[in-house]
């Protein structure tokens, strides 16, 4: 992993030094919000059952969430590149589905969005590009047993990981009441029943 956590630092330090935008419009990227509020308030899948608790993050904590194992090269980027916390939720169901959502909050979604991707990439190493039409600026990869979706909404970073029996579906309407939450959107009604 040592490659992974090599070219996330040397993308993060590009992108911030040059300038470059792409987390979105310049007003979006004043968007905050808390990661925890992100996923504290999805509802279960279908087919899906909530793992454990909301678990906030450090810079260590959050590595694990995106990748699925500890990287030490990976959380002294985070630190580097503006990381401040996060959160993740976990659900589980038949067959060895999994389904973990993660959320951050950076100094700028910059680095975010670089090491979210490149996050994506190492999750599903075989997978295709996926960007969703949904999410603008979204960067993700799916295999037929594998999904890492990777959005920033300013200063917030969202990313699902999926493995096993877990569709496109499922990981889009996640990500769509991520979207909502970390942009203060109203999640009630048909939106958010799950």
Known sequence: MRW??????????????????????Q??????????QV????PSRPGLTPAGPVVRLDAAGFTTALLGHPDAGLTTTLESGGFRRGASRTWTGASGA?????????DD????????????????PNGTVWM??????????????ARALNVVIGRVSLYLR?????????????????YQAAAGKDRQGTSSNG
């Open 39 to 42: 996923v504290t308030v999805l």
């Open 132 to 145: 969703p039409e949904e999410f603008r600026g979204s960067d993700g990869r799916r295999a037929a047993d």
């Open 4 to 25: 992974f956590s090599l070219a996330a630092l040397l993308a993060a330090c590009a992108i911030v030094f040059s300038g470059c935008s792409l987390g979105g419009e």
């Open 109 to 124: 979604g910059d680095p975010a969005q670089t090491i979210g991707s490149d996050a994506a990439e190492a999750v599903v």
């Open 162 to 178: 999926a493995a096993g029996p877990v569709d496109d579906a499922a990981v889009l309407r996640q990500m769509s009441l991520m």
């Open 98 to 106: 999994t389904l973990t959502a993660v959320a951050g909050l950076w």
């Open 27 to 36: 007003a979006e990227q004043t968007q905050e919000a808390d990661p925890a």
